[in-house]
């Protein structure tokens, strides 16, 4: 470093002691100092631009790593709160499940049974499953009805439906009405290929079986787009527009049309109601035969002669 400021030094001296256009050369010397010339100034400006990025990639961490604990406790926050509604309709909706693993693929009368279909365990198609569950919320006495949701394509997302069980009931001290939503596969609706583990974390906190209020459902999808979009932002990779928020609401929220199941079962369920309709029937002279013929005696051939 001094070797090198002793060239400049008796660079600068030859400038000013020389003739002729030394001026020239002296004022080209102090515009070089002036701009931070030199191979020290050069080094100190590149180390300086390492540690700007060294603290702008720290800041990214501890940004990203706030993102996803608030997504966390907000998301856990909004699953954990319940009613007494929502509890009894989920105690409801959990026997339905059961009932539906007891009795296996029966419970899809549609003729078209596809194993574990309705994404919460049981046999069967999903409709059939949601038949099923609406059939026996009615029988508990709630409101209960299968929603198909349709939309149309729109420049944002594309067309798309999805059919859900939900629960409309009136309380009498309040005005208007609560909206409980039954999803079999709630979790299914939001698992994405090659995500990344935080965003994994949060799809595990999901249940299986979602059954809850219209707005604590709004909030998840809210909190899991807002998650996806975070997530595919990370990894730099695409979002696919069936991954929005417009189109993941769109499901639950969007126009629907409301049946409600005909001639409610009982407690045995269409699972029972659907062996008893094939029970094999035997016909009135194979029954009185049966029945009313004493045992056939065993005679020895006598031969005639």
Not at 145 to 167: F, L, M, N, Q
Not at 225 to 242: F, I, L, R, V, Y
């Amino acid at each position: 470093m001094f070797r090198g400021m002793d060239r400049m030094l008796g660079f600068v001296e030859e400038a000013v002691g020389g003739g002729g256009g030394g001026g020239g050369d002296v004022d080209m010397v102090f515009e070089f100092f002036e701009d931070g010339g030199g191979g020290d100034g050069s080094l100190g400006s590149c180390c300086s631009f390492d540690q700007d990025d060294e603290e702008e990639r720290i800041e990214d961490v501890e940004e990203s790593r706030a993102f996803w604990e608030e997504k966390h406790q907000l998301l856990q926050a909004t699953l954990c709160r319940t009613t007494t509604l929502e509890s009894a309709i989920r105690r409801a909706t959990k026997e339905a499940l059961r009932g539906s693993q007891l009795g296996g693929e029966a419970v899809c009368v549609c003729k078209r049974p596809v194993a574990n279909g309705g994404g919460g365990g049981g046999g069967g198609c999903r409709v059939c499953l949601l038949r099923e569950i609406s059939n026996r919320l009615q029988n508990a006495g709630f409101n209960s009805a299968i929603c198909k949701s349709k939309w149309r394509k729109s420049p944002d997302i594309p067309s798309g439906e999805h059919t859900y069980v939900d629960v409309v009931e009136k309380p009498g001290n309040k005005k208007g009405e609560i909206r409980v939503i039954v999803e079999l596969n709630l979790k299914g609706e939001f698992e994405m290929a090659r995500a990344s583990e935080e965003y994994n974390k949060l799809v595990n906190e999901l249940p299986q079986v979602f059954v809850g209020k219209s707005e604590r459902l709004l909030t998840v999808i809210k909190t899991m787009c807002c998650a996806a979009k975070k997530c595919m932002k990370e990894k730099k990779m695409h979002m696919g527009p069936w991954r929005k928020h417009k189109y993941m609401q769109a499901k639950w929220f969007g126009n629907c049309e409301r049946t409600v199941p005909t001639r409610p079962i009982s407690s045995t369920g269409l699972a029972a109601q659907h062996r008893a309709a094939n029970k094999p029937r035997a016909s009135m002279l194979t029954i009185d035969l049966l029945d009313t013929l004493p045992a056939m005696q065993h005679f020895t051939a006598v031969e005639v002669v």
